[in-house]
């Protein structure tokens, strides 16, 4: 398979996250997750959500359309308990009802409308009745601002990121991001979100 563009940004060090610190909403609901139970991390990037809920017992299906290697190194026993998966979200294998959660972070910004629609769709039937799914993305600055990464970019509003989700969630819970992009090398002023959103 060929190299993806993030791939080729991330050897050529133009974009490197070099925290393993997990997302603010992935660790503000954490503690509602036990052991053993699955979760599907979309997006995965450099791992640091898998790893994280992996330590704290869960077992993680990580996917991602770009392989940077992170998986190689773990310890055996949070080896043992993630599984990656290098592949787009039109190419994955979701299966209904599988998942007790399923994070999103920092993902749809790269996806146009359609796909949005498309993932969404996805994620609520492949979410066990008391599952949940934990997204954040930004609406301006970051990676927006990089013009020399050649990826695509979207500006995705609140007001129809919240049209869409109430099509699939019986509940929904937003709120503004945190500052946890401190140590991703974005430049610009990042305005995010995090929501929860249960069916």
């Known amino acids: 398979m060929p190299r993806h563009q993030w791939e080729k940004a991330w ?19 954490s503690d509602i997750l036990s052991p053993g ?29 770009a392989d ?10 949070i080896k043992n308990k993630i599984a990656f998966t290098r592949s787009n979200i039109k190419n994955y294998n979701f299966r209904p009802k599988r998942y007790k959660a399923v994070v999103v972070a920092r993902v749809i910004q ?44 979207y500006h995705h509003k609140i007001s129809d990121v919240k049209k869409k989700l109430a099509k699939y969630f019986s509940k929904i819970i937003v709120a503004r991001g945190g500052k946890e992009n401190s140590k991703v090398n974005y430049s610009g002023q990042i305005k995010s979100y995090d929501i929860w959103a249960g069916k």
């Open 11 to 29: 050897a050529d060090k133009k974009f490197q996250i070099v925290t393993l610190e997990p997302s603010v909403l992935v660790k503000k609901y």
């Open 68 to 77: 940077v290697g992170w998986h190689e190194g773990l310890s055996p026993e």
């Open 110 to 153: 790269y996806l146009n409308t359609e796909e949005l629609d498309f993932l969404l769709e996805k994620i609520a039937d492949s979410l066990q009745s008391d599952g949940f799914m934990l997204l954040s993305y930004n609406t301006a600055g970051g990676i927006f601002d990089r013009g020399d990464i050649d990826v695509p970019k």
């Open 37 to 65: 139970d699955l979760v599907l991390d979309i997006g995965c990037g450099n791992g640091r959500n898998s790893i994280f809920l992996a330590q704290k017992g869960c077992v993680v299906e990580a996917m991602d359309v």
